[in-house]
């Protein structure tokens, strides 16, 4: 069974970076999207960045537009999102997912979480004022 790995998380002042990196712990498996959500204490889960697996297309919230990117390593099965310029406001734990399921030609088929079936564990983010 494909697990997701993450890592990077932590505590960063405002107007810092951090990069997350998410990895599968096999070698290969049919995904054909990977995905980040978010979820801040006592809100529900919320979309962040999507990649396509072939060609790299990507999709980012309004809310990280311009801020975070999303990206991803074929040969290694991992992907990363680069948060820069960080915000109180983007405190959550942050989870990685892949999509194994549909193909979709356009990203914004899988802002929605629903389309995922492999999730990984979250890694915290803390960014203070």
């Known amino acids: 069974q494909v697990q997701l790995v993450e890592s990077g998380g932590g505590l960063v002042q405002t107007g810092g970076s951090l990069r997350l990196s998410c990895a599968a712990s096999?070698?290969?498996?049919?995904?054909?999207?990977w995905g980040w959500f978010r979820q801040a204490p006592g809100k529900e889960r919320e979309f962040v960045a999507a990649?396509?697996?072939?060609?790299?297309?990507?999709y980012n919230a309004d809310s990280v537009e311009g801020r975070f990117t999303i990206s991803r390593d074929n040969a290694k099965n991992t992907v990363y999102l680069q948060m820069n310029n960080l915000k109180p406001e983007d405190t959550a734990v942050y989870y990685c997912?892949?999509?194994?399921?549909?193909?979709?030609?356009?990203?914004?088929?899988?802002?929605?979480?629903?389309?995922?079936?492999?999730w990984g564990q979250g890694a915290q983010v803390t960014v203070s004022s």
């Open positions: 990649v396509l697996w072939s060609g790299g297309s990507t």
């Open positions: 096999v070698r290969t498996f049919t995904t054909y999207a």
């Open positions: 997912a892949a999509s194994t399921g549909r193909f979709y030609s356009s990203t914004y088929y899988y802002t929605r979480s629903s389309e995922y079936d492999v």
